[in-house]
C-alpha cells in the first residue's frame, strides 16, 4: 500500500509539472487566457500550478523526515543545508543564463535574486527546520499566524496596491535588493521576499496533510481525510476572498488556502482511482515520468526555453506551426504541448531506468 500512495503522488507531482512546463512556453504572442497568468487579483487555471507543488512538496518533506522520526543528526542537518543550497543556486544559474546568452553574462548588477527555485528552496528549509525543531501540534496554529501576519501586512502596506511605488512588497524587496535585481512585469516580484511568509505557510499546509494521511487507518480514511481537508480549505479560501482577494503575485492567504484546498482534493481522487480502484499502471506513465524527476525536467525546460529564445528557434518552430494551424491561440498552444513532450522524451530514458536525479 505503501508504494501505490506514493505512486498516487507521484502522479499528481508529474501533472502539476507537465502542467507547469506547458503554461510557461506558448509559442506565440496570442495565448489562450486561461494559459496565462492572472494580471493582478483573480486566478487562471495557470496560477494552480505552482502552488500544487509547494504543497506536494510539504507532502514529501513529511514522508522524507517521517523515515527517521522527525530527528535531527549531522546527515540530515547536511542533507538540507546542501539541498537548500543547490536549489538557490540553482534558481540563480537560471536567472543568469539568461543574461549570458543575451550577450549580458557579466552583468552581475541586473541579476534576478528571486525565482521559482529559490522559493521552493527557502520553502523547504523553513519547514524542514520546523518539522524537526517543534512538535507537529504546532503547525495548525503557526499556520494561522504566519497568514494571519501576512494579512496584516497586506492590509496596512497596501499589499494589494497595482503600484510598486506604494505597495510594500516592492518597496521591501528594493530597499534590500535593488530595483535591478528583482522582476518587473509586475507590480511586485512574484517571489519576493515577503510573499516566502505566505509561501512557507503553504508548504506547511501540505506537510500537516501529510501527516493526517499518515494518521489514517487505511486508504478509505486517508482519501476521506484529504477530501475533507480540501473541501474546508477551499470554503475557507473562497470567503477570505471577499476581504483579500485571491492573488498569485503576492501570494494572499485566499489563495494559499484556495490552492491548497483544490490540491488536497486532487491528492484525495487520484488516491481513490489509483488505490482503491486500481486504474491501470500503463496510463499513468506520462505523469509518472514527470513526477519522477520534477524539479530535473522542470530546471531543463527552463534552460531550453531560454536557449530556444535567444537562438530564434522559438520563433522559427511557431512561424512552422502558425502556416499549419492558421489560428495563433491554437498553434501558440500546440508549441506549447510540443515544447513539453520534448522534455517527456527527455525524461523517458531517466523513469524506464529508474534513474532519479534529486535535486
Same mark, same amino acid.
Given at each position: 500500500? %505503501?508504494?501505490?500512495?506514493?505512486?498516487?503522488?507521484?502522479?499528481?507531482?508529474?501533472?502539476?509539472?507537465?502542467?507547469?512546463?506547458?503554461?510557461?512556453?506558448?509559442?506565440?504572442? @496570442?495565448?489562450?487566457? =486561461?494559459?496565462?497568468?492572472?494580471? *493582478?487579483?483573480?486566478?487562471?487555471?495557470?496560477?494552480?500550478?505552482?502552488?500544487?507543488?509547494?504543497?506536494?512538496?510539504?507532502?514529501?518533506?513529511?514522508?522524507?523526515?517521517?523515515?527517521?522520526?522527525? /530527528? *535531527?543528526?549531522? =546527515?540530515?542537518?547536511?542533507?538540507?543545508?546542501?539541498?537548500?543550497?543547490? @536549489?538557490?543556486?540553482?534558481?540563480?544559474?537560471?536567472? *543568469?543564463?539568461?543574461?549570458?546568452?543575451?550577450?549580458?553574462?557579466?552583468?552581475?548588477?541586473?541579476?534576478? &535574486?528571486?525565482?521559482?527555485?529559490?522559493?521552493?528552496?527557502?520553502?523547504?528549509?523553513?519547514?524542514?527546520?520546523?518539522?524537526?525543531?517543534?512538535?507537529?501540534?504546532?503547525?495548525?496554529?503557526?499556520?494561522? &499566524?504566519?497568514?494571519?501576519?501576512?494579512?496584516?501586512?497586506?492590509?496596512?502596506?497596501?499589499?494589494?496596491?497595482?503600484?510598486?511605488?506604494?505597495?510594500?512588497?516592492?518597496?521591501?524587496?528594493?530597499?534590500?535588493?535593488?530595483?535591478?535585481?528583482?522582476?518587473?512585469?509586475?507590480? &511586485?516580484?512574484? %517571489?519576493?521576499?515577503?510573499?516566502?511568509?505566505?509561501? #512557507?505557510?503553504?508548504?506547511?499546509?501540505?506537510?500537516?496533510?501529510?501527516?493526517?494521511?499518515?494518521?489514517?487507518?487505511?486508504? %478509505?480514511?486517508? &482519501?476521506?481525510?484529504?477530501?475533507?481537508?480540501?473541501?474546508?480549505?477551499?470554503?475557507?479560501?473562497?470567503?477570505?476572498?471577499?476581504?483579500?482577494?485571491?492573488?498569485?503575485?503576492?501570494?494572499?492567504?485566499?489563495?494559499?488556502?484556495?490552492?491548497?484546498?483544490?490540491?488536497?482534493?486532487?491528492?484525495?481522487?487520484?488516491?481513490?482511482?489509483?488505490?482503491?480502484?486500481?486504474?491501470?499502471? %500503463?496510463?499513468?506513465?506520462?505523469?509518472? #515520468?514527470?513526477?519522477?524527476?520534477?524539479?530535473? $525536467?522542470?530546471?531543463?525546460?527552463? $534552460?531550453?526555453?531560454?536557449?530556444?529564445?535567444?537562438?530564434?528557434?522559438?520563433?522559427?518552430?511557431?512561424?512552422?506551426?502558425? /502556416?499549419?494551424?492558421?489560428?495563433?491561440?491554437?498553434?501558440? $498552444?500546440?508549441?506549447?504541448? $510540443?515544447?513539453?513532450?520534448?522534455?517527456?522524451?527527455?525524461?523517458?530514458?531517466?523513469?524506464?531506468?529508474?534513474?532519479?536525479?534529486?535535486?
Amino acid at each position: 500500500m %505503501e508504494k501505490q500512495r506514493l505512486i498516487s503522488l507521484d502522479v499528481l507531482r508529474g501533472l502539476t509539472v507537465a502542467l507547469m512546463i506547458t503554461v510557461n512556453n506558448g509559442g506565440g504572442k @496570442m495565448i489562450y487566457s =486561461t494559459l496565462e497568468h492572472s494580471k *493582478w487579483n483573480g486566478m487562471t487555471p495557470c496560477d494552480l500550478v505552482f502552488p500544487f507543488f509547494l504543497f506536494i512538496m510539504g507532502i514529501s518533506t513529511f514522508l522524507s523526515f517521517k523515515k527517521s522520526n522527525f /530527528t *535531527w543528526s549531522k =546527515t540530515t542537518a547536511r542533507k538540507i543545508a546542501k539541498r537548500t543550497i543547490m @536549489m538557490f543556486a540553482i534558481g540563480l544559474l537560471i536567472n *543568469w543564463f539568461g543574461l549570458l546568452l543575451s550577450g549580458k553574462g557579466l552583468d552581475f548588477a541586473h541579476l534576478r &535574486v528571486w525565482g521559482v527555485m529559490q522559493r521552493i528552496a527557502l520553502c523547504y528549509l523553513a519547514v524542514s527546520i520546523f518539522a524537526l525543531s517543534f512538535k507537529h501540534k504546532y503547525i495548525p496554529i503557526t499556520i494561522v &499566524v504566519l497568514l494571519a501576519g501576512y494579512a496584516a501586512i497586506l492590509v496596512f502596506g497596501n499589499g494589494y496596491a497595482y503600484d510598486s511605488h506604494l505597495n510594500i512588497l516592492s518597496k521591501v524587496d528594493t530597499s534590500i535588493f535593488g530595483y535591478d535585481h528583482l522582476y518587473h512585469k509586475s507590480p &511586485v516580484d512574484p %517571489e519576493g521576499l515577503l510573499s516566502t511568509i505566505s509561501a #512557507i505557510a503553504h508548504t506547511m499546509i501540505g506537510f500537516y496533510c501529510g501527516k493526517l494521511m499518515a494518521s489514517a487507518k487505511d486508504t %478509505e480514511d486517508k &482519501v476521506m481525510k484529504f477530501l475533507i481537508a480540501g473541501g474546508i480549505l477551499v470554503i475557507i479560501g473562497y470567503l477570505v476572498s471577499f476581504g483579500l482577494p485571491l492573488n498569485k503575485r503576492i501570494w494572499s492567504p485566499s489563495y494559499v488556502c484556495m490552492t491548497c484546498g483544490l490540491a488536497a482534493i486532487c491528492q484525495g481522487l487520484l488516491m481513490y482511482y489509483i488505490d482503491i480502484k486500481g486504474v491501470a499502471k %500503463e496510463k499513468l506513465n506520462m505523469a509518472l #515520468i514527470f513526477g519522477t524527476n520534477p524539479l530535473f $525536467l522542470y530546471v531543463v525546460s527552463e $534552460l531550453v526555453s531560454i536557449i530556444f529564445g535567444a537562438t530564434g528557434l522559438k520563433l522559427g518552430i511557431y512561424n512552422g506551426i502558425n /502556416t499549419v494551424v492558421i489560428n495563433p491561440y491554437v498553434a501558440s $498552444l500546440v508549441y506549447a504541448i $510540443l515544447f513539453m513532450l520534448l522534455h517527456a522524451l527527455m525524461g523517458y530514458p531517466l523513469w524506464k531506468k529508474h534513474i532519479f536525479i534529486k535535486l
